[in-house]
């Protein structure tokens, strides 16, 4: 299960509390779905991606195919989101995000994060998936 991170909201609220007229965070058309070998910070620091094996940020539109209608403060994906077969090793994974870019940069924002529910090893010809409903983003 993943959260947003400060950045967002932050955005939220100030939308919410009248410190702003649009939520100025943007709405991504894209967001980039990524993997982590360290927990992520709530701040949206402390991201480990593999660097070597073919790993790659997955693209997911942001529209109601790709992502559910929220209920109960929660969004879920609604397609199978699957990175490229592994080339080589990537580590233990403990965490996805989501983040506006499908690399890391100065202008890059992470939107949401969470922790998989056990970690995953990928290792040579392995193939990293979300089923669908299996990524949950909640506000609370």
Same mark, same amino acid.
């Given at each position: 299960?993943?959260?947003? !991170?400060?950045?967002?909201?932050?955005?939220?609220?100030?939308?919410?509390?009248?410190?702003?007229?649009?939520?100025?965070?943007?709405?991504?058309?894209?967001?980039?779905?990524?993997?982590?070998?360290?927990?992520? !910070?709530?701040?949206?620091?402390?991201?480990?991606?593999?660097?070597?094996?073919?790993?790659?940020?997955? #693209?997911?539109?942001?529209?109601? !195919?790709?992502?559910?209608?929220?209920?109960?403060?929660?969004?879920?994906?609604?397609?199978?989101?699957?990175?490229?077969? #592994? !080339?080589?090793?990537?580590?233990?994974i403990?965490?996805?995000?989501?983040?506006?870019?499908?690399? #890391?940069?100065?202008?890059?924002?992470?939107?949401?994060?969470?922790?998989?529910?056990a970690s995953?090893?990928?290792?040579?010809?392995?193939?990293?998936?979300?089923?669908? #409903?299996?990524?949950?983003?909640?506000?609370?």
């Amino acid at each position: 299960m993943g959260s947003f !991170t400060d950045h967002v909201e932050d955005k939220v609220l100030d939308l919410m509390f009248g410190a702003s007229s649009t939520l100025s965070t943007g709405n991504p058309s894209v967001y980039y779905l990524g993997l982590s070998t360290t927990t992520i !910070t709530d701040a949206g620091g402390n991201i480990t991606e593999p660097s070597s094996g073919a790993y790659a940020r997955v #693209a997911a539109t942001n529209n109601k !195919t790709t992502f559910s209608v929220s209920s109960s403060g929660s969004v879920t994906n609604s397609v199978t989101l699957s990175f490229p077969a #592994a !080339t080589g090793s990537w580590g233990t994974i403990l965490d996805f995000f989501l983040a506006n870019s499908s690399t #890391a940069s100065a202008t890059a924002n992470i939107y949401a994060y969470g922790t998989l529910a056990a970690s995953k090893t990928i290792q040579n010809g392995d193939t990293a998936s979300f089923s669908a #409903a299996a990524l949950t983003i909640t506000l609370t």
